[in-house]
């Protein structure tokens, strides 16, 4: 069952590219107090992940931080290398957290993972987006198929943005 609305979400140890090399990110304390949006796709580099939804979120990035987003963190099942070369393609600088979940833990913990072996890609996340304010998940959109990025694109999530 997919993470809800009203849901804690899990605990969980993430992987970041920073100028000092790889560091865990503790979720927990990223989302202690603070109102975040979270994302998720099925992997860098691929079609609709490179021209629709990570850019959407680097370009509304402003915008949803003037309506009280402390941050913007994208997670994909990539390693840190692939994703933090992707961000830098998309010049996401400070704008979106480039996470990653290599092995799908955590996106398998919120019930949102997929097995696009067929694709030659393995485990991987759905595509969807979340408003967590302290912990909770307080908006959730999840995406019928991977091919699409209307319901989890950041545009759905500039006016709902809860106070």
């Known amino acids: 069952m997919a993470i809800e609305v009203g849901t804690t979400v899990p605990p969980a140890t993430l992987k970041q590219m920073t100028p000092a090399g790889i560091e865990n990110v503790e979720l927990r304390p990223l989302l202690k107090g603070r109102r975040i949006i979270l994302f ?4 860098a580099y ?3 992940c490179s021209t629709q939804h990570l850019p959407g979120f680097v370009e509304d990035a402003d915008q949803l931080k ?9 997670i994909s099942a ?9 961000g830098n393609e998309h010049g996401v600088g400070d704008k979106v957290m480039m996470l990653c979940d290599p092995e799908a833990a955590f996106i398998k ?3 949102l993972s997929l097995d696009l072996s067929s694709l030659g890609l393995g485990e991987r996340s759905k595509r969807w987006s979340m408003v967590v304010e302290d912990g909770v998940v ?3 959109n999840v995406e019928d198929s991977i091919f699409d990025a209307h319901v989890s694109g950041s545009a759905n999530l500039l006016a709902p943005v809860p106070a």
């Open 40 to 43: 998720g796709l099925p992997g």
């Open 46 to 48: 691929t079609p609709v």
């Open 66 to 74: 003037a309506e009280g987003v402390a941050a913007i963190a994208c």
């Open 78 to 86: 990539n390693d840190p290398f692939v994703m933090s070369a992707w």
């Open 109 to 111: 913990s919120l019930g």
């Open 138 to 140: 307080a908006i959730v």
